[in-house]
T-cell receptor, first 116, second 115 residues
Framework: DQQVKQNSPSLSVQEGRISILNCDYTNSMFDYFLWYKKYPAEGPTFLISISSIKDKNEDGRFTVFLNKSAKHLSLHIVPSQPGDSAVYFCAASAQGSGGGADGLTFGKGTHLIIQP | DGGITQSPKYLFRKEGQNVTLSCEQNLNHDAMYWYRQDPGQGLRLIYYSQIVNDFQKGDIAEGYSVSREKKESFPLTVTSAQKNPTAFYLC??????????????FGSGTRLTVV
């Protein structure tokens, strides 16, 4: 039973345009969400996070939006650059779960391809 | 310069052999994790440890073993009982709890291939 779903395995966007990556979750106890970026043969690196008390968090070209009623979050990248081509993982955490197995639940990832 | 170091980057194993993947961190993190990544499968948790001398099974622990004798180190042994060990293995660590803004810090991974 997937609690964090990234339904688009891949997404192709033209350089300079907006990339929108989506993530849905089913566990209403999740209250902290993160996006990670991963290049081939490397470990994921933290990109941006959002707490459930917010509906938006922005860091440079990256903005994460959270819609709690829809259990949906999205990552916007504006403008998209060639170096943004990577796999993006959505992850979620429930309060009080500490760092254990319930700490972070990952989606399967979306492969973003930025076309020149 | 703090971080997580995984070694080796590439590892080849003959069928029937055990092999150990190294993971060391100097971030003073309490919790450490091992994940496996297969194409189209995302990240699947193998084992995790929240404190020295204690560890717990994750979702796909069969055929794997770990130890946590030191806070800095969390080696993973892939045993001959693991039926399909060829994969990309990722180690991660985190401060106690996930309220520090950055979730997990990941190593650069080990690509294990069974020949």
């Amino acid at each position: 039973d997937q609690q964090v779903k990234q339904n688009s395995p891949s997404l192709s966007v033209q350089e300079g345009r907006i990339s929108i990556l989506n993530c849905d979750y089913t566990n209403s106890m999740f209250d902290y969400f993160l996006w990670y970026k991963k290049y081939p043969a490397e470990g994921p690196t933290f990109l941006i996070s959002i707490s459930s008390i917010k509906d938006k968090n922005e860091d440079g070209r990256f903005t994460v939006f959270l819609n709690k009623s829809a259990k949906h979050l999205s990552l916007h990248i504006v403008p998209s650059q060639p170096g943004d081509s990577a796999v993006y993982f959505c992850a979620a955490s429930a309060q009080g779960s500490g760092g254990g197995a319930d700490g972070l639940t990952f989606g399967k990832g979306t492969h973003l391809i930025i076309q020149p | 310069d703090g971080g997580i170091t995984q070694s080796p980057k590439y590892l080849f194993r003959k069928e029937g052999q055990n092999v150990t993947l190294s993971c060391e961190q100097n971030l003073n993190h309490d919790a450490m994790y091992w994940y496996r990544q297969d194409p189209g499968q995302g990240l699947r948790l193998i084992y995790y440890s929240q404190i020295v001398n204690d560890f717990q099974k994750g979702d796909i622990a069969e055929g794997y073993s770990v130890s946590r004798e030191k806070k800095e180190s969390f080696p993973l042994t892939v045993t001959s009982a693991q039926k399909n060990p060829t994969a990309f293995y990722l180690c991660a660590s985190s401060a106690q709890g996930l309220r520090y803004g950055y979730g997990y810090t990941f190593g650069s991974g080990t690509r294990l291939t069974v020949v």
